[in-house]
């Protein structure tokens, strides 16, 4: 490869071993897990270790006008993380870290490359508990988890990751190191700047390091299955147990062609002539059993053909499994509809209220139809927060146009119903046009105008977000 002076500074500043250029591996770290979404070729994979070395990266691109992508384990679903042509690729992974747990404040301080498994089974040996819990949690890093304000199962009941966020060390694109927030149970000083990064996509710096809320272990939750005749009347259940004042700690959907998949994929016992599955927990101490039923209630009333608790935890934990399964069997499903394996998953993310549920539900299988796309439904329902997975061959080109036009059409119809493009997954490269919808042109105008403010060169992750 000819002399490159920013390789040879970058090998200067990290050591060989943490700067990587060789191509098999530059071509897999170009793209996280979205279908569909352009990857450039970049020119370097970089692992600083420390906020000093993450700095030294910075300050080096910065010099030479190269751009910069934050990555940590790119299991990212909106191409947020995927390289532009030429950049650095600035990796987390080799910053893994858990700095302190104390129990006393209830806070963790963690390097961004911590996997969020791995802090979740750290905290518990204190008794100590950090709920969101994306379905990628035994890989996604949390530098990538509050980059993309990640959600999950539980957070229907106890939030989102900017819950759980009370300060940032942060590298600017100038190379100085920013410190957000606070460790402490309350603060109010200054604006907000830990929310600003929250979510950020690594648009606006990168993130060193955080200090995160953490709470008790919880009660031991009981699961309820409700089975429906239709995904719509799921969706009315959904918005009875938010109507009666419950507030389940696991509310999850599974359509048809999810239960279909997953039971194809590892046969778990599950009700594959069902339309719809509502998987519902309460943790709720003492009051559980008769939280417990009153869901039953709703669901009955709702329509559920069938409404069972799990009887022990073992049964419990399976049901959750079958859930966390949905992504693999369904990229199994999709792979196994088309020839040659090039069946591909277009993974779409959005949110509405909790009471336009059913009207979404009822809107993406006629959009199905109308497209003549296989769309299989699944998500956090109690979070109104659907993921519709569009099933295409990636290798004919009217099956990818169908595709598209039905992730648009989802996308408008998400609006329509008062509800947002993304509710957890992230803008990235796939949903820009539709974040500009959402906010509008004064909406773009400001984010672009906070992007120059922080970073006037472009330096960190362009052409993503706005
Ligand atoms: C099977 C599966 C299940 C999933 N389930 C969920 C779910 O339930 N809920 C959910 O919200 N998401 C889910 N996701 C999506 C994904 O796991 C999350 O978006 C996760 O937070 C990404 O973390 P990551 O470490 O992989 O980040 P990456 O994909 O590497 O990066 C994501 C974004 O964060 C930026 N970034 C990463 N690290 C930093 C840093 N240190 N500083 C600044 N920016 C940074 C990147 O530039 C990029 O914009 C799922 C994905 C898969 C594959």
Redesign the pocket.
């Known amino acids: 490869m000819a002399a490159n002076p920013l390789l040879d500074e970058l090998r200067a500043a990290l050591g060989d071993a943490a700067v990587l250029t060789d191509p098999d591996l530059l071509r897999v770290h170009a793209r ?2 979205a279908d569909l979404c352009a990857a450039g070729t970049p020119l370097v994979v970089v692992r600083p270790r420390s906020t000093g070395e993450v700095a030294a990266v910075v300050r080096a691109a910065g010099r030479h006008g190269v751009p910069v ?9 909106a191409g ?2 995927n390289a532009v042509d030429g950049a650095v690729l600035l990796s ?1 992974v080799a910053m893994d870290r858990i700095v302190e747990i104390d129990p006393v404040s209830r806070i963790a301080v963690v390097q ?1 490359g911590v996997v969020n498994a791995t802090l979740a089974g750290a905290v518990r040996k204190h008794q100590l508990w950090y709920p969101p819990d ?3 949690w035994e890989s ?2 949390i ?3 509050v ?2 304000n ?3 199962m539980c957070c229907v009941k106890y939030g989102v990751t900017t819950e759980y966020v009370l300060g940032l060390e942060v590298v600017l694109a100038s190379g100085e190191v920013l410190r957000t927030g606070r460790r402490t149970a309350k603060g109010v000083a200054g604006y907000d700047l830990t929310r600003l990064f929250v979510g950020s ?2 648009t606006l ?3 060193t390091e955080v200090t995160l809320a953490l709470r008790p272990a919880p009660e031991e939750s009981l699961t309820l299955v409700a089975v429906f005749p239709t995904t719509a009347a799921a969706g009315t259940a959904v918005a009875g147990i938010a109507e009666r004042g419950l507030t389940p700690s696991l509310l999850e959907l599974l359509d048809r062609t999810h239960l279909r998949a997953i039971e194809a994929y590892r046969p778990m016992g599950l009700r594959t002539d069902a339309e719809a599955l509502l998987l519902a927990a309460v943790d709720t101490g003492a009051r559980a059993a008769g939280d417990l039923a009153r869901l039953a209630e709703v669901c009955e009333a709702a329509g559920a053909d069938e409404v069972y608790a799990a009887t022990d935890a073992t049964e419990a934990a399976a049901l959750l499994q079958a859930r966390r399964l949905a ?1 693999p069997a369904m990229e199994k499903f999709a792979a196994d509809t088309f020839p040659a394996g090039n069946g591909g998953l277009v993974i779409d993310d959005v949110a509405v209220p909790r009471g336009a549920l059913a009207a979404l539900l009822d809107g993406v299988a006629r959009i199905a139809a109308e497209c003549a796309v296989p769309i299989g439904v699944v998500g956090h329902a109690g979070d109104g927060n659907m993921h519709p997975n569009i099933v295409v061959d990636r290798a004919d080109p009217a099956s990818v146009a169908r595709g598209r036009r039905a992730f648009d059409e989802i996308m408008r119809l998400g609006l329509e119903l008062g509800g947002t493009c993304t509710g ?3 803008v ?1 490269l796939l949903k820009r046009d539709w974040l500009a919808r959402e906010i509008g042109p004064v909406g773009v105008r400001v984010h672009q105008a906070i992007r120059a403010a922080l970073d006037p060169a472009g330096l960190f ?1 362009p052409g ?1 977000v706005c």
């Open positions: 996280d897990e992508v934050p990555q940590g384990a790119r299991t990212g679903l947020a993380a987390t961004p994306p379905g990628s996604s890093t530098g990538g988890n980059a993309t990640a959600g999950g996509e690594g710096g990168v993130i992504h957890e997954h992230g990235g992750n993503k």
